[in-house]
């Protein structure tokens, strides 16, 4: 378990957790994507993204699950992978929600990463389906990845959870 995870539950299982925040969380349990936005949109980042293993665990219905894991995604996506722990929990979340892809997402998409080493760059989560300006980070790689491996796709960005096999370096 990572330390901003435990430290992030500690604080909600030992704090008084405010009457709308278990209100809120409790009907987001029983399927109401309302609640599940509300709170989503009134809630600190710390404190959303450690409910995300526990609503996971309870078994949120998947409109409810998908409102918390869009908003903490959006706000601090390293938070919620660090949260996650692992690939496969991440998939797992990711699986649950079920994201629907845009209409038009080609079978087959070339994406870019980049960071400060190769392996860092090809493991990433987020990719770019623009190739970003080579000045973006030390390395900029490239690969071709199927639909299936696409978890979200907002605009430019889409959220790969299986690391694409071939992944070339982009010559600077």
């Given at each position: 378990?990572?330390?901003?995870?435990?430290?992030?539950?500690?604080?909600i299982l030992t704090q008084p957790v405010p009457a709308r925040i278990r209100v809120a969380f409790a009907a987001a349990l029983r399927g109401s994507t309302a609640d599940a936005t509300a709170?989503?949109?009134?809630?600190?980042?710390?404190t959303l993204v450690a409910l995300l293993p526990i609503a996971h665990a309870a078994r949120m219905p998947a409109e409810a699950f998908r409102a918390l894991l869009a908003t903490s995604w959006q706000r601090d996506h390293l938070a919620v992978v660090i949260a996650a722990a692992n690939r496969r929990r991440l998939r797992g979340w990711f699986r649950h929600a079920a994201f629907r892809l845009p209409a038009g997402t080609p079978a087959r998409l070339r994406v870019w990463s980049?960071?400060?080493s190769y392996r860092a760059a090809a493991e990433a989560y987020v990719w770019s389906v623009g190739r970003p300006d080579l000045a973006a980070g030390p390395v900029v790689v490239t690969a071709m990845i199927e639909r299936s491996a696409v978890a979200l796709r907002d605009g430019q960005r889409v959220v790969v959870l299986r690391a694409p096999l071939g992944v070339l370096a982009v010559q600077k």
């Open positions: 378990m990572s330390c901003y995870r435990a430290d992030a539950l500690a604080s709170l989503a949109g009134t809630t600190a980042t710390r980049h960071g400060p």
